[in-house]
């Protein structure tokens, strides 16, 4: 793929992907596997794989996986920033309106914009599922691991999951079959890419946390610092960065929920969320805004930009090792199960809050699955769904009062 092609590919991914990094590995999949053919399907599950073992966001480190193996470190980067564009463009504008009073958002309108999440990674999990769970055995280990992930906290350290799960393919497969060689599409540099990768990041971390640092500088060594420490996203990432910018008194508790709300509703990677924060920073101008917004938003990921890399070449190693290949298919098990069980721990409870939210979410999945509406048209009815919701309940009739009547 040329360069061009890429980032308009790309682009276009961060237009349409809505329902959050589970949703985004669907996507994806049926881009480039399904549609594009450029990737098969054992490359894709394999970079979907290191990047689940990743700390960061794993639909953004997906996206620029893909890149890196398209065309080297240019593309690679390329393919992120094309992706992530159209959400942070969306989420800084919201910001600047929000905090110059020119647009006001009811919670209702915001869980209505919300709600198509709930189909759209609902169907991106049962695609998975049905790719990577074809017989008993991995329908029993499917079963299995969602059980360890929903009654443990393994799923806040899936790296551990992905273990066990690499452990059971090992004793469930007797063939092995040969791994995708990423040093090829990499191209010439790669290594030397990796190697200043990992000697950046052993500097920033020894630099921003033994530096005294306040302010904005210190927001953003916490925002770079926590892009090491969350597995599973944004929905993950929610409450350390509660912590960081509303306890300390940068953010009202208000504004961030209605931003993160938002967040969950437009398409592209939750981290855009960033930016948001970064734009509500202080009484300052609009320029300083967008420059706050941009630093939080490459500090979070810091994560993604060090680590791909490096993990790809690693992985490369690994690969080499019969007894590592055989264990592949159990680690894609439990990449599906963690898929699940981050569906229903983080997705669906965050805007299935109300019976309200539970109605909007019942009317989405009509939207989507029985009229076939597209996700844009859909997202639009939807939040004007919940705008008639808030001048109901402005006149004193809310669901209850509704079904009393009724």
């Keep these: ?4 092609k890429i980032f308009i590919t790309f682009l276009s991914l961060g ?22 053919k450029i990737i098969d399907d054992m490359r894709f599950t394999h970079l979907l794989s290191i990047t689940q073992a990743l700390p960061g966001p794993t639909s953004s480190q997906l996206a620029l996986a893909i890149g890196l193996q398209q065309g080297g470190i240019i593309s690679g980067h390329l ?20 905090s110059n009073d020119l647009v006001v958002l009811s919670s209702l309108t915001i869980v209505g914009l919300s709600s198509i ?3 759209i990674v609902g169907k991106a999990v049962y695609s998975m599922f049905k790719m990577f769970c074809n017989d008993n055995l991995d329908k029993i280990g499917f079963i299995i691991f969602s059980g360890i992930l929903i009654f443990t906290n393994l799923l806040l350290y899936p790296i551990a999951i992905l273990l066990i799960g690499w452990i059971y393919g090992v004793l469930s497969t007797n063939d092995t079959v040969k791994g995708p060689n990423f040093s090829n599409q990499l191209k010439i540099g790669n290594s030397i890419h990796s190697i200043l990768c990992l000697f950046i990041l052993v500097i920033l971390l020894i630099f921003s ?17 926590m892009s090491f420490l969350v597995f599973g996203g944004g929905h993950v990432v929610l409450p350390l960065l509660e912590g960081v910018v509303v306890q300390n008194g940068f953010i009202s508790s208000e504004d961030f929920m209605l931003g993160y709300g938002m967040a969950q509703a437009i398409p592209g990677p939750l981290f855009s969320f960033a930016a948001y924060l970064g734009a509500l920073l202080g009484d300052v101008s609009d320029q300083k805004k967008l420059l706050y917004s941009l630093i939080l938003l490459i500090s979070l990921y810091g994560s993604t930009l060090l680590l791909v890399a490096p993990a790809i070449n690693f992985w490369n190693v690994l690969q080499r090792h019969r007894v590592f290949l055989r264990g592949i298919r159990g680690v894609n098990v439990a990449v599906t199960s963690i898929l699940f069980v981050s569906f229903l721990a983080f997705v669906i409870p965050s805007i299935a809050t109300s019976e309200t939210s539970i109605i909007l979410i019942l009317i989405s999945f009509i939207l989507i699955f029985y009229l076939r509406m597209s996700p844009w048209l859909s997202l639009i009815f939807l939040g004007l769904i919940g705008a008639c919701f808030t001048q109901l309940k402005h006149y004193g009739l809310d669901l209850n009062t509704l079904t009393n009547i009724i």
């Excluded at 994806?28 to 594009?36: I, P, S």
């Design 15 to 36: 237009f349409t992907s809505f329902g959050g990094p589970t949703a985004h590995i669907g996507f994806f999949r049926e881009k480039f596997v399904e549609r594009m």
């Design 117 to 119: 999440s709930i189909p």
């Design 79 to 98: 393919a992120l920033l094309a992706f992530s564009l159209p959400s942070t463009f969306i989420m800084i504008a919201f910001a600047l309106f929000i």
């Design 209 to 225: 946390n033994v530096i005294s640092l306040e302010g904005v500088p210190a927001i953003c060594r916490d925002f770079f610092n």
């Design 1 to 4: 793929m040329t360069l061009w």
